[in-house]
């Protein structure tokens, strides 16, 4: 049973196209993160969020609690932003130790 | 700004023997984890580490796994008798409490 579900899998994009990525959860959660994988393996956070809307650059994380979703958007996407896109949530359940529970990521690749 | 770091980058190992993936934590973090990815699959939780102790451990952390927090700055992990299906690549990460998590860049293990 798949607690989190992304979609899409893999996602082909021109330079300069608005991206996004979207995360289903379901089950209570105290906080959602999203992550980034790059080719070589590390993992890097890019946003934690419990409720509304996060801005970092051209990255826009949104959630909607009542409807268990996500979204990551990217605005003029570029090439350096291919990477493997990871929702993990915080659930409930989950006592005090705040461990993740993953999805399986969603591909981006950008071209030039 | 401060990384969580992770030696090896990467181990080969016999099937069977003893091996010790090592970590050290951001200095004022509290919360401590392992995760593991086999390739082409979902990053998936081992365990939790809080207090000096193991505070939640998944399925997969049988008896053949242990943590240690030997020296207050140090995380290992160790996997007692290694199995082809232990092949993964295993991230470090690290938190102050319901805060973004850090990550290691892996330690990918290779199981002969």
């Known amino acids: 049973k798949n607690e989190v579900e992304q979609s899409p899998q893999n996602l082909t994009a021109q330079e300069g196209e608005f991206i996004t990525i979207n995360c289903s959860y379901s089950v209570g959660i105290s906080a959602l993160h999203w992550l980034q994988q790059h080719p070589g393996g590390g993992i890097v956070s890019l946003f934690m969020l419990s409720s509304g809307k996060k801005k970092h650059g051209r990255l826009i994380a949104t959630i909607n609690i009542q409807e268990k979703h996500s979204s990551l958007h990217i605005t003029a996407s570029h090439p350096r932003d291919s990477a493997v896109y990871i929702c993990?949530?915080?659930?409930?359940?989950?006592?005090?130790?705040?461990?993740?529970?993953f999805g399986k990521g969603t591909l981006l690749t950008v071209n030039p | 700004e401060p990384e969580v770091t992770q030696t090896p980058s990467h181990q080969v190992t016999q099937m069977g023997q003893e091996v010790i993936l090592r970590c050290v934590p951001i200095s004022n973090h509290l919360y401590f984890y392992w995760y593991r990815q086999i390739l082409g699959q979902k990053v998936e939780f081992l365990v939790s580490?809080?207090?000096?102790?193991?505070?939640?451990k998944s399925e997969i952390f049988d008896d053949q796994f242990s943590v240690e927090r030997p020296d207050g700055s140090n995380f290992t992990l160790k996997i007692r008798s290694t199995k082809l299906e232990d092949s993964a690549m295993y991230f470090c990460a690290s938190t102050v409490s319901n805060q973004p998590q850090h990550f290691g860049d892996g330690t990918r293990l290779s199981i002969l």
């Open positions: 580490f809080y207090n000096n102790e193991i505070s939640e």
């Open positions: 993990a949530v915080i659930l409930h359940s989950g006592g005090s130790n705040y461990k993740l529970t």
